[in-house]
C-alpha cells in the first residue's frame, strides 16, 4: 500500500523559511515523478512544483518560483520543498504527490497517490 507521509509544516512569519518533506513507502519509487500542491483556505488545490524521477527536471508555478526549491533524496522514496522569502499568500495545507510516470505532472489529474497534507501558516 503507497503512503505518503508530509511534515515540516508550521507557523511561520513573513519572510522566514521553511522546508517540508514528504516520505514515501509502500513500494519502489526510484521511476516516480513527484509534486507538491496547496490549497489555500477558501480555495482550490493548486500545483507548486514537481520534480521528475532522477532529480534534475523540475518545475514550478509562477507564484513560488525563485523562492521555493524542490528536490528528492539520494534512495529517491524523499522529496522535499525548501521555502525560503515566505509570503502570507503562502499560507496553505501542503500536500505531496507521487504519480508512476518518469516525467513531469504539473495537474491533480496526473498524480495517483497523496499525502494527507501539512499546515503551514505565514504570519504578516
Known amino acids: 500500500q503507497v503512503q505518503l507521509v508530509e511534515s515540516g509544516g508550521g507557523l511561520v512569519q513573513a519572510g522566514g523559511s521553511l522546508r517540508l518533506s514528504c516520505a514515501a513507502s509502500g513500494r519502489t519509487f526510484t521511476n516516480y515523478a513527484m509534486g507538491w500542491f496547496r490549497r489555500a483556505p477558501g480555495k482550490e488545490r493548486d500545483f507548486v512544483a514537481a520534480i521528475n524521477w532522477n532529480g534534475d527536471s523540475t518545475y514550478y508555478a509562477d507564484s513560488v518560483k525563485g523562492r521555493f526549491t524542490i528536490s528528492r533524496g539520494n534512495a529517491k522514496n524523499t522529496v522535499y520543498l525548501q521555502m525560503n522569502s515566505l509570503k502570507f499568500e503562502d499560507t496553505a495545507v501542503y500536500y505531496c504527490?507521487?504519480?508512476?510516470?518518469?516525467?513531469?505532472?504539473?495537474?491533480?489529474?496526473?498524480?495517483?497517490?497523496w499525502g494527507r497534507g501539512t499546515q503551514v501558516i505565514v504570519s504578516s
Open positions: 504527490a507521487a504519480r508512476p510516470l518518469e516525467e513531469l505532472g504539473f495537474t491533480e489529474l496526473q498524480y495517483d497517490y
